[in-house]
């Protein structure tokens, strides 16, 4: 039955090859667009993950502390969970840096009987525990403990960053569901014309004792073929894309160099095209009834 | 083979059947005659479960109709043949892709498939014509290939809903010689006709059916 099923999806898709051709482009086209929706969102989550590294939080110490007090504080900071690195930066080294900072105009310095610079930690977090709310909530912890007279870090840079990073996922997945919708009805409205016009043969098939399935399997092909081409031709269209347009564009603008293309991403669209096809075909066919 | 017991079919405005009790046995010739609109058509779609009647039990090769599931429609059509006055061939395939659907539809392998259609295409005198479409045939031809379609599965019953309706008066015997060798050989064959001239003298079975109701059941 399974070859016929295969033979009868054939004849038909080349029988009607405009209508499916057509379909297929459709279905490129919206892959296309998800496709370069993905790999956009893939490449902001891949840049944000990458600035984790980099956040530090700064704990100033309280004036005339001993350094067992400060050795105190270090090892109690030390105990949080969420902390990779800890690192003492004693006051006078903390003017040294200013100095080198400073550089040329290191004249501001000048006037100054004493180093106003505190004892201060610099803290690095591990990649998980860099959140919007995990770093103020650990701020609060540190303000508690004894000793310590500021914590300080980029706290508007940080909620900001994770906006725009959970904005464009967001923005991502509800694009991807539209065109995921778009597909499924290109291949529904598809097989739902393939079917009307061979309904004169389907009513043939069951007055000569076709089952469900052997009705039905030939459409089922028919739109996962026609999902697997649109998602096939996508693909060929973001590689060209890609390695044409992106990877030429890298050579003079450096910001693309930075740009990554997913394979597993890319692989993803005949698959996803077949699973659509399926689906918009089911829904096409519907209840057949005797 | 076929039974009926008191079956009655009604539509919105107006009875189909009456009340019909009959029985046909395995192997047997029957003609349904009546004028149109005395039911044979409905009482052929009741058979082959087209439609479904409203009173009364149905028998059909052993398949009690009432108590069938929709998923086994499709097994009890595969014991009836069927050859209708409009023919039903498929226009984009051609004799003996035609002939070849029931086979298909079963799952028989290509190679018994082959044998099997080019064998009931002799039996209509028809294996010269496998590769034609059925637009290039005469009326009498694609009814021939109907026939052929019909009998390829060797079912047990074959259902023939006015069969030399569409075709000319002088082809008519030819198609009823056919049916009566496919009998011969004890397929059980029902065939509708409004045509008298079909069962005259033949020594048949004749269910005659006015308004829905069976009003005779005699010898042709």
Redesign the interface.
């Known amino acids: 039955?399974t070859s016929?099923a295969f033979r009868l999806a054939i004849q038909s898709i080349l029988?009607e090859k405009w209508i499916n051709l057509l379909s297929m482009i459709t279905i490129a086209v919206c892959f296309l667009i998800m496709a370069i929706t993905a790999l956009s969102v893939y490449n902001i989550d891949l840049a944000t993950k990458t600035l984790p590294e980099k956040f530090s939080i700064m704990i100033y110490l309280k004036d005339n502390l001993s350094s067992e007090d400060s050795k105190n504080i270090i090892n109690t900071v030390k105990k949080d969970t969420a902390i990779e690195t800890v690192r003492f930066i004693p006051k006078d080294e903390a003017m040294k840096e200013l100095k080198s900072f400073l550089k040329n105009t290191e004249y501001v310095l000048e006037g100054l009987d004493e180093n106003p610079l505190p004892d201060s930690i610099e803290i690095k977090l591990k990649k998980e525990a860099v959140g919007p709310d995990s770093v103020k909530k650990l701020a609060e912890r540190l303000k508690e403990i004894k000793g310590v007279s500021e914590v300080e870090y980029v706290e508007k840079f940080l909620s900001s960053l994770y906006s725009v990073k959970v904005g464009f996922k967001t923005l991502g997945i509800i694009f991807i569901i539209i065109m995921s919708v778009g597909i499924i009805f290109v291949c529904y409205s598809t097989v739902k014309i393939l079917f009307y016009r061979r309904n004169?043969?389907i009513?043939?098939?069951?007055?000569?004792?076709?089952?469900?399935g052997?009705i039905r399997a030939p459409f089922i092909i028919e739109g996962s073929v026609i999902g697997f081409s649109g998602g096939l031709l996508s693909l060929i269209g973001i590689v060209s894309l890609y390695y044409t347009i992106i990877l030429r564009l890298s050579l003079t603008i450096p910001l693309f160099k930075s740009i990554i293309f997913p394979a597993h991403i890319a692989l993803f669209l005949p698959l996803a095209g077949v699973t659509l096809g399926i689906t918009g075909a089911a829904i096409a066919i519907g209840r057949l009834?005797? | 083979m076929i039974q009926f017991q008191n079956v009655s079919k009604h539509y919105e405005n107006q009875t189909a059947l009456r009340n019909i009790t009959f029985s046909i046995d395995k192997g047997d010739m029957v003609f349904i005659n009546g004028p149109s609109g005395s039911g044979k058509t409905t009482l052929l779609k009741l058979i082959y479960l087209a439609e479904k009647h409203d009173e009364g039990n149905i028998s059909i090769a052993g398949f009690e109709v009432e108590k069938l599931k929709e998923s086994s429609i499709p097994l009890l059509r595969r014991n009836i043949g069927f050859v209708f006055q409009d023919f039903r061939l498929l226009d984009n395939r051609n004799v003996f892709e035609n002939v070849a659907l029931s086979l298909m539809i079963r799952g028989v392998s290509e190679k018994d498939l082959k044998t099997q259609v080019y064998e009931s295409l002799k039996i209509v005198n028809l294996r010269h014509k496998a590769d034609s479409s059925p637009d290039a045939l005469s009326g009498g031809e694609q009814q021939r290939v109907v026939i052929a379609r019909a009998v390829v599965t060797e079912p047990t019953i074959i259902l023939a809903d006015e069969p030399t309706g569409n075709i000319d008066p002088d082809l008519s015997a030819g198609i009823i010689r056919i049916f009566k060798d496919i009998n011969a050989k004890g397929t059980t064959i029902l065939i509708a006709t409004h045509n008298r001239d079909l069962f005259r003298n033949s020594g048949k079975r004749v269910l005659k059916l006015d308004n829905g109701n069976l009003v005779g059941d005699e010898k042709g």
């Open positions: 039955m016929y029988h004169k043969e009513e043939t098939y069951k007055l000569l004792g076709a089952t469900k052997f009834r005797y």
